[in-house]
C-alpha cells in the first residue's frame, strides 16, 4: 500500500502525465477526466444508437420480421437508459470537466480524486446493465419510465441488475456535480464575480443544483422498487395499501427536472459559440441568467404533465398545464436573445456555427411540439404516440446532441492543438442533419394519426412514413462513424491551430496555447 | 487556497452539499406518506377514508336521493367468487345503511384475501364514509368456505347537489404471502 501512495506522490512531481495505463486510472487531472468522459459518453452513444438502429430496423415495414417483441421492449428500454444516462449526461460532465477550470481561471476542479472515482464507477454502472442482456431472462423491457407495476410485479430478474446499477449512475452523477459547485463557487480568478461568469459556466451550476436535487430522489425511487421486489413491502402495490401511481408522481419529480438536466448546458454551449461566429457579445447576458434560473425553478412544478391521463382532478391538471405554458416565456427569452445576437453580426458558418443555428431551429421545433403537449385536453390524444417519440427526440437529439457535437467542434483544436477538417465537419452536419430530421419529422404525423409508442408492429396506414424514419435513421446512425473519423483524424493528423483557433473568441480558455498545457492557471489570471 | 477567492468570502463547504443530497434522498421516501394524506384530504383517486367514526347522528337531507352502485372486481391472480348482493341502492343523504358482499374460495387451499376499495367519480370520494368495512381487515377462508361481508355507510349530507350517482367498487387481491405464514 506504502509503494503505491509513494509512487503516486512521486508522479506528481512531474508536471505531466503519467505512462500508460495509470495516466487514466489513476488520474485527478480535469482534462484527463474530461477526456476519459467523452470518450465513455461517445461509445455509449454509438452502443445506444445500434439499439435505435434495432427498433428503426424492425419499425421499416409493418409485422414482425427481425425480433421478437420481447427483445424489441428490451431495445427501447435500453435505448432510452443508455443515451439519458450513458451518454448525454457524461459527456456534459466530460465537458464541465475540461472547460469550467480554463473558463474561471482555476487550476483544476475542486475535488480531483473524488472527481476520478465519479468516472470510474460509470464502466461499472454500465456493464451491470449492459450484462442484462446476455442473461436468460433478457435486459429490463418495462420502457426507459420504469413504471411500476411493470418494473415490479411483472419485471424480468434483471431487474435488480438495473436498480444498482441505477444507484452507481446516480452517485456519479451526484459526486460530479458537487464537483462542480465546489469548483465554480470556490475556484474562480478573483475579479471574476458570478455576473462575469461564461454563460456555459453558469448553466452548468444551475444543471448541479438541480442533479442534487433530483438523483437522489432517482434513487429514493428505485430503492422503492428494490423493497417491494425483494423485501415485501408495498409502495406501489395496490394489494399492499400502495399505489402505482404513486410511482409515476416520485418518477416525474425527479423525471422532469432530468429533461432540463439534459439541456441546459447545450443552451450554455450555444450561448458560448453563437457571439464567437457573430462577432459581437452575447445579447442580454444577465436576461440569459435569470431565464435559466426560472427554468430550473419551474422545472420542479410540472412534473405531473408527463401523467394527465392517470386521472388527476380538474384542478391539477390545469395548474400544471398552465405552469408548463409559463416555461415557454423563459424558453423564448433565450430563443430571441440568440437570434438577436445574429442580428446584424459578421456571420460565418463554421462546422460549430452550423451546429448552434440548427440547434436554435430545431429545438424550437421540439419547444413549439412541447407546447402542443402541454394542453392537457389534447394531450390525452396524443398520449403514449409518436408524437411524443418525435417531441422529445427533437429536443434532445438537435437540442443536446447538436449541442455536444457544436461544443467538441468548438473547442477540440483548444484540447488536441490541431484543427479539424472543415469540409468534413461540414459533410458530417448536414449528414446528420437530413438523417435526424428525416427520422424524426415523419414521427409528428404518424404520432398524431394514432400510432402508438413502444410498439414493434403497427397498422399499414403507418408504412411509408415509418420507412421514412428508417432509412434517416441509418443515414444519422453511420454518419457518426464519420464523426469518429474526423475526431481521430484532427487529433492524429490535423493542422496546427493557433491559440485563439477562432477569430477573436472571448473567454479564457483562449488565452492559453493549443493544445491545452496539462496544467493551466496556477496562478490566477486577471480578466477585465 | 482562500488568497484565490472572489472578495473575502469563506470558501463553500462541498460537505452542505452532501446534506443536500441526503435531503432529497429522505424527500423521496417522505412522498409517500404526503402523497396518501394529500389523496386522503382530497379524495384523489377514488381513495375513501378509513373507517368513520360517527359522533352524532348525522343530519339527513330528506329532500333528494343519491344512487350507490357496487361493483366488484378480482386482480390478476384472484380466484375467489366476489360479487355484492345487491347491485344498487337509493339512499337519503346522511342516512346510514348497511348492505353484505359475497365471497367463495373455490379452490382446494386456505386463502387471504384484501379488498381495496375506491369511489367514482373521484371527486364525491371524500363524501362517501364508511363506519363498518370488511375492507379494513384481511378474509381468511378455507377450501370451499365463503362468508357474507358486511358493509355500513353513509353518504354525507354536504354531497354537492349535482352529483346523483355514485359508484364504490372492490377489488379482490389475492396475499399468498400471507397465507403462507
Redesign the interface.
Known sequence: MSAVLESHDHSHDHHGPAKGWRRWVYTTNHKDIGTLYLWFSFIMFLTGGCMALVIRAELFEPGLQIVEPEFFNQMTTMHGLIMVFGAVMPAFVGLANWLIPMMIG?PDM??PRMNNLSFWILPFAFALLLSTLFMEEGAPNFGWTFYAPLSTTYAPSTVTYFIFGVHIMGASS?MG???I??TI?????????LMKMPLFVWTWLITAYLL??????????VT?MLMDIHF?TS?FS????G?P??FQ??FW??GHPEVYIMILPAFGIVSQIIPTFSRKKLFGYTSMVYATSSIAFLSFIVWAHHMFTV???LA?ELFFMYATMLIAVPTGVKVFNWVATMFKGALTFETPMLYAVAFVVLFTIGGFSGLMLAIAPVDFQYHDTYFVVAHFHYVLVPGAIFGIFAGVYYWLPKWCGNMYDEKLGKLHFWLSFVGMNMTFFPMHFVGLAGMPRRIPDYALQFADFNQIASVGAFIFGTTQLLFLFIVIKTIVSGKKATAEVWDNPEGLEWTIPSPAPYHTFST?PDVK | MSEKLPGNKKPMNPVKLLAVVLGMFCFGFLLVPIYDVICDVTGLNGKTGDQYVVSERPAVDETRWVTVQFTTSNNADMPWQFSPSEVKMKVRPGEMHGTYFVAKNNTNQRMVAQAVPSVAPFSVAQYFHKTECFCFNQQVLEPGESVEMPLKFFVDADIPDRVSKLTLSYTLFNLPEVAAN
Not at chain 1, 185 to 193: G, I, K, S, V, Y
Not at chain 1, 212 to 221: S, T
Request: no cysteine; charged share 5%.
Open positions: 482555476a475542486a475535488l451526484i456535480a458537487i464537483n459547485i465546489a463557487l470556490n475556484l474562480r480568478t478573483p475579479q471574476m464575480t442534487i436535487a433530483v438523483m437522489p430522489v432517482l434513487a429514493g425511487v422503492m415485501g409502495f395496490a394489494a399492499g395499501g399505489d401511481v404513486l408522481h416520485v419529480f425527479f386521472g388527476m382532478p391539477g490566477p
